[in-house]
């Protein structure tokens, strides 16, 4: 039989030889064939193909079981390590249940679609149900569909459940006919976004998360943590049913009181079984700088005096209830509304006024100062903020916590020709969509509230003005937290109004000079808080302070001893926190 030398066969890297010939005593045809063939590439294509081929089979082989298979099935995502770190943690370390914590700007969403896709790639999820809040339904769509190659559908008619993968709101969800319907199946892994709305257990979010049959679960939240370890019980007992034991073995073991933790490193070493939280500041992610601008206002003689006599009424009321702050709450508010709007501060007038006897002494002192309000004619800051408005000539977020101030700003910009938006929690999912795309593409401002502003990703945006402050400082991260996170390509510029010879002057002075927090891009802030509020809220802390004090001077040394108090523990945690 006639053999083919191996010099005569193609070698890699070089161009196929022509085949020697050989003496034969039959046809020859088939010599020509083959050597016309090697030189096209042959019937089977071309050698470096098959290579190629062999190749690409080499790298879908699992090299390692700990590895993470999605990584190859992704083409628009890079992730952070932190991310990948915490996927490898939750597949390996937590079996597909655990809290994602992260700092607010981190990335958890990313985090959890990592995770999902991982355990779709290998095969061990098929059908999913993820619960957000109706703002972000289309945004975690979206993410799913272009970064992940994730076949989300957003629930919008019954039939949508039939869908593998869902994305739905909590609210829709628990709401019959689509209760019954979601409790009768079964889910390979449930996600919730914005978890901490579960942490009370007698919620109905609670309960039905609670009876809700999953194999894997993710509870997304940045504030796990806020005043009651029992909040952080629920949460995880949710999450890892007998994890911490029962409610009582948890306060035998972990409480001294509601806020105030004891056997802490036990307790941390528990906690890291079931939750993962990534801080700015301990990783090699970087932020874009903050820049604060702190823009001190003086009031009008009118809105002084309406000032003054709100801050006079609230102060007598707390005296004639023997210091009773718990029945006080309506006129807290009522002091904070008066350093945001005069309108604000009419609506809730009108509803007290409402609820009392016509004889009522108290009742005569609220229409004293409705009067008042009648003689305001201007409103110092939307007309300073008109002007930053248009200084800057970009897009801005205008933050207040009212209802009311955020219609009388909406009517007020719109009056002087700037395009406008406003996004509020009591949107449904669809206008809070069409007021999203209005803003990234013609209106120059949107003006949310604090149950708007949660969850929603400003990247495109870097002004943010706060025109009026929370008294938790924590409210106050989440609101720059919109648009000083991962993707902001440039430095945020926060603005602060702040009206002098108010309340509202000394607490931007806590904020801004004893915590330094608009700038505490490491984190930390909500360690600082837990470390404080031990015994008593900021919040709580501060509203007795404002109506007990008896000058201003007095009101000044009482909050200049809180700030102390905060900036020691600000600095104990940066020590922490940093190398």
Same mark, same amino acid.
């Given at each position: ?265 036990? =307790? ?60 006080? =709450? ?250």
């Amino acid at each position: 039989m006639t053999q083919l030398s191996r010099n005569s066969l193609p070698q890699e890297g070089s161009t196929p030889a022509p085949l020697l010939p050989v003496p034969l005593s039959f046809e020859r045809n088939w010599l020509h064939d083959l050597e016309s063939k090697l030189e096209k590439g042959g019937p089977w294509g071309d050698w470096r193909l098959s290579r190629l081929a062999i190749q690409g089979e080499q790298s879908g082989l699992v090299t390692s079981f700990d590895e993470l298979q999605c990584m190859k099935h992704l083409s628009g995502l890079s992730p952070l390590p932190h991310q990948l770190d915490t996927a490898h943690k939750v597949l390996f370390e937590m079996s597909g249940r655990a809290i994602l914590a992260d700092e607010v700007g981190l990335g958890k969403t990313i985090e959890a679609g990592l995770v999902l896709k991982e355990y779709l790639v290998r095969g061990l999820v098929s059908k999913v149900l993820i619960l957000v809040p109706a703002s972000l339904v289309l945004q975690w769509v979206r993410e799913l569909n272009t970064k992940f190659g994730i076949t989300a559908v957003a629930q919008k008619k019954s039939y949508s459940w039939g869908n593998d993968i869902v994305v739905a709101s909590m609210d829709t969800a628990k709401r019959d006919p689509h209760k019954e319907l979601l409790l009768s199946s079964e889910f390979d892994m449930l996600i919730i976004d914005e978890a901490h709305k579960l942490k009370n257990k007698k919620s109905t979010n609670y309960q039905f998360v609670q009876q809700l049959r999953k194999k894997y679960c993710l509870l997304l939240t940045a504030t796990p943590v806020q005043n009651d370890l029992g909040e952080l019980f629920n949460l995880i007992t949710l999450l890892k049913p007998g994890q911490l034991g029962n409610q009582g073995d948890f306060a035998a073991n972990f409480v001294v009181d509601k806020r105030q933790p004891k056997n802490e490193v036990q =307790l941390r070493g528990e906690l890291s079984k079931v939750m993962i939280r990534n801080r700015r500041g301990e990783g090699p992610v970087t932020f874009t700088k903050r820049k604060v601008r702190n823009i001190p206002l003086t009031l009008s003689p009118e809105e002084k005096a309406l000032y003054d006599g709100v801050t006079a009424f609230v102060k007598d009321q707390y005296q004639e209830s023997g210091g009773n702050l718990s029945s006080m =709450l309506s006129l807290v508010t009522l002091q904070r509304e008066v350093c945001s709007s005069r309108d604000a501060v009419f609506i809730t007038l009108v509803n007290l006024i409402k609820k009392l006897p016509a004889d009522s002494p108290k009742r005569e002192r609220m229409m004293d100062l409705l009067q008042s309000i009648r003689t305001v004619k201007t409103n110092t800051k939307a007309e300073k903020t008109m002007e930053l408005i248009r200084d800057m000539n970009e897009k801005v977020i205008v933050f207040t916590e009212y209802r009311a101030t955020q219609e009388y700003l909406l009517q007020y910009f719109r009056e002087h020709g700037l395009q406008c938006v406003s996004y509020s929690g009591g949107m449904n999912r669809g206008k809070k969509d069409w007021m999203m795309d209005l803003f990234r593409g013609r209106a120059q401002v949107m003006i949310a509230t604090e149950a708007g502003g949660e969850g929603i990703n400003l990247q495109f945006c870097h002004h943010m003005i706060n025109f009026d402050l929370p008294w938790n400082p924590m409210r106050v991260e989440q609101r720059i937290g919109r648009v000083h996170r991962l993707g902001q390509q440039n430095d945020v510029v926060i603005y602060n109004l702040s009206t002098e010879g108010t309340i509202e002057e000394h607490i931007l002075h806590l904020l801004h000079e004893k915590i330094n927090m608009f700038e505490m891009v490491i984190g930390g802030l909500d360690v600082i808080l837990e470390r404080f509020e031990k015994k008593e809220s900021l919040e709580k802390s501060l509203y007795k302070i404002m109506l007990e004090a008896r000058s201003d001077e007095e009101l000044r040394s009482s909050l200049d001893h809180i700030g102390e108090s905060l900036s020691e523990l600000s600095h104990e945690t940066r020590k922490e926190i940093m190398p």
